[in-house]
């Protein structure tokens, strides 16, 4: 569906240290603000132990997992809305995303330079939040210019479209992002389409130092009060550690992970947090050559579902052959979910479940 996420953040808090966990794309790291300044792009799975059980239970030979594209977005700094540290090009970056990683540094270390001076999840939130708004409120007010010598002719479209400029420019003038502000349907399609910042999902990613995992630290708790505050959601994880996992082969990042006490990499769980952000969920298909997951927007119907995997299953939609995950593992699969009943025959009406293992028949 060609869904990304923009990894932001000041300078020098980790982003590009979880970027290369992420991607294992090398993407140069160093301790120094503005070491990334053209943004690097990665495809990275989303790993769903769903898939593995659907291609264990149907013998697959293959499995593919569904992806986001992430984008290592170099630092910003204060002044950024006003073309600071290359600002406006950053934000340019930061627009073409559908959602915001916001990593915070939430540990303290002499050796690894803080471009604020010191330690304060909760302003560096601010500095890079303040940005943002900046740039939104630069851009609705000279929209709204332009758009109000319309709609005092009266017309319907215009008068919408200025009234929903109107409230958005109050709100990021009061400094609350735009994620955050009660919004109807029609208001929302219409700033939408305006490509505002803060409009976008944040997740807030704190990375912490690797004695501090699992622990509620004073950092993590300030981040994890602003998340709240900005209708965000957050993780948290161990930039560097993350970064030494990714090198291990599965039975030595299994040992790893057991001696840290984890059942799985921080980046499982982050890079699925993005995915949940953008209020997508999956489906699966299965047989013996693949199984693979496809992805697709909450509330889905059927044949919306069926034309990710092509147009033609689509246009001539028939029905879809469906068992809920749950019983598909339960009964052992296909044949035995179908002998139990649990495989059902649903129209173009039916809205696809997380999960779901589909077989769709259509006409050519």
Not at 213 to 230: C, M, Q, Y
């Amino acid at each position: 569906m060609g869904l990304s996420a923009g990894i932001v953040g000041l300078p020098n808090v980790g982003k590009s240290t979880i970027f290369n966990a992420l991607t294992a794309a090398g993407a140069q790291s160093a301790n120094y603000p503005f070491c990334t300044i053209e943004p690097n792009v990665g495809i990275v799975p989303v790993h769903d132990k769903r898939l593995d059980e659907v291609a264990r239970l149907t013998g697959s030979k293959a499995i593919i997992y569904t992806d986001v594209k992430i984008v290592d977005i170099a630092g910003l700094v204060k002044g950024a809305s006003k073309g600071e540290g290359l600002g406006n090009q950053f934000l340019a970056n930061i627009r073409e995303t559908d959602a915001i990683i916001h990593v915070v540094r939430c540990f303290d270390d002499s050796n690894v330079v803080h471009v604020e001076g010191s330690v304060d999840p909760a302003r560096d939130v601010d500095i890079i939040e303040t940005e943002l708004l900046l740039a939104d409120l630069d851009t609705v007010t000279k929209r709204a210019d332009r758009v109000s010598r319309v709609a005092k002719s009266g017309q319907k479209e215009a008068v919408a479209e200025f009234a929903a400029l109107q409230k958005a420019q109050k709100a990021v003038e009061d400094g609350t992002p735009l994620r955050a502000v009660e919004l109807d349907e029609n208001e929302r399609e219409i700033l939408r389409q305006v490509n505002l910042l803060t409009m976008k999902p944040v997740l807030y990613v704190a990375n912490v130092a690797e004695g501090d995992i699992g622990k509620a630290t004073a950092h993590v708790e300030s981040l994890r009060k602003v998340a709240a505050e900005r209708n965000g959601e957050m993780v948290v994880l161990a930039g560097e550690i993350e970064s030494q996992i990714v090198q291990l082969d599965e039975d030595e990042r299994q040992h790893f992970l057991e001696d840290l006490g984890l059942e799985e990499p921080g980046l499982n769980t982050l890079v699925r947090a993005a995915y949940s952000l953008l209020n997508l969920e999956t489906f699966f298909t299965a047989g013996p050559k693949e199984a693979r997951a496809w992805t697709i927007h909450v509330g889905f119907k059927a044949p919306q579902a069926a034309g990710e995997i092509h147009t033609d299953f689509e246009r001539g939609f028939i029905r879809a052959e469906t068992i809920a995950y749950k019983d598909f593992v339960a009964f052992g699969g296909e044949q035995g979910a179908k002998a139990a009943g649990k495989m059902r025959s649903e129209g173009k009406e039916y809205v696809v479940e997380d999960g779901d293992v589909i077989l769709f028949r259509f006409n050519v």
